[in-house]
């Protein structure tokens, strides 16, 4: 499954839409606004996309996830808009049968999502200046 949102993120939510009986573990990543990027001081990021690319690119990489582990279930969901330091803006929550399946997959699919997805970032600094950053960066 996979979402695009304006929306807070809950984590908490997310780990009950993947629990499935069959599978014993249940892994969450959660993206978070971080306060420095480098030395820079942030208070803010804008998200934007290009959404029918965006969503083609996130199904494009549950797929190869589900093909490769043995996935209960499997969401990625990315936030767009306005974000304060601490709000979540990605995240990854997904079930298998054996935590080393869940982790491996996990990772795989917030590097793939940061990799190719086109969602773009604005930095927005303390000292008023913003900048763009582009998908990968």
């Not at 589900?66 to 279930?73: K, L, M, N, Y």
């Not at 974000?83 to 997959?105: M, N, W, Y």
């Amino acid at each position: 499954m996979i979402r695009l949102t304006r929306d807070v993120i809950d984590g908490h939510a997310l780990t009950e839409e993947v629990r499935r009986r069959h599978c014993g573990a249940v892994v969450l990543f959660l993206g978070t606004v971080r306060d420095l990027t480098g030395e820079r001081v942030t208070v803010a990021l804008d998200y934007d996309a290009y959404p029918a690319m965006a969503e083609k690119k996130m199904a494009e990489i549950e797929a190869e996830t589900r093909q490769r582990w043995p996935v209960g279930e499997l969401i990625l969901e990315h936030r767009l808009g306005h974000l304060e330091v601490g709000d979540v803006s990605v995240a990854v929550a997904i079930s298998c049968p054996h935590r080393a399946q869940a982790f491996d997959a996990c990772r795989h699919a917030i590097d793939r999502l940061k990799e190719l997805v086109p969602i773009w970032k604005k930095e927005n600094w303390a000292d008023g200046s913003t900048e763009w950053v582009h998908p990968g960066a």
